[in-house]
């Protein structure tokens, strides 16, 4: 019998093939070098942590976003769909950015929580960033 490819197994168990997409291209997996903010978050209940660093151009906008992970494929393909969602936005449009605008983005994950883990650590990033800026002034 024919092994299956991850894709083919990725896809069985309820992925998308967007999300497949991009956990297979690893987008925006790394980290930016000097970066305004990096961020480590852990979430409940399986305790995936993603790393977030963001790079902030003119008027507060996100010029670059990427991520790293420790954990499942769902972590990694919602900090791939977050990233592309912040680049090229204000950090106060930024906070708005929810799970459900993830999941949109993945057309779905077979665990919504992956979703969830991305932009608490997106938002505990803003509140590192405005945090920093506050006590500067
Ligand atoms: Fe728990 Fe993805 S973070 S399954």
């Known amino acids: 019998m024919r092994k299956l490819t ?3 197994l990725l896809s069985r168990v309820g992925y998308s093939a967007k999300a ?3 956990y297979m291209d690893k987008v925006n997996v790394g980290s930016i070098e000097n970066p ?3 961020l480590t978050y852990t979430g409940l ?20 976003a990427k991520f790293e992970y420790k954990g ?3 972590t990694a393909c919602s900090g791939s769909a977050l990233t592309m ?9 930024a906070w708005n950015i929810t799970a459900e605008d993830v999941l949109k ?8 929580h992956c979703a969830e883990l991305a932009v608490n ?12 800026n506050r006590t500067k002034t």
Do not use: F, M, S
């Not at 209940?45 to 670059?64: F, H, M, R, V």
């Open 85 to 93: 969602l912040v680049a090229g936005k204000t950090v106060k449009d």
């Open 105 to 112: 983005e993945l057309n779905g994950l077979p665990e919504r």
């Open 20 to 22: 497949i997409k991009l």
């Open 121 to 132: 650590a997106l938002h505990k990033a803003l509140e590192k960033l405005e945090e920093r």
């Open 72 to 74: 499942c494929v769902g």
């Open 45 to 64: 209940p399986c305790g995936d942590t993603i790393t977030i660093y963001l790079k902030l151009g003119k008027n507060w906008t996100i010029q670059d």
């Open 36 to 38: 305004d903010v990096a």
């Open 6 to 8: 991850i894709e083919e």
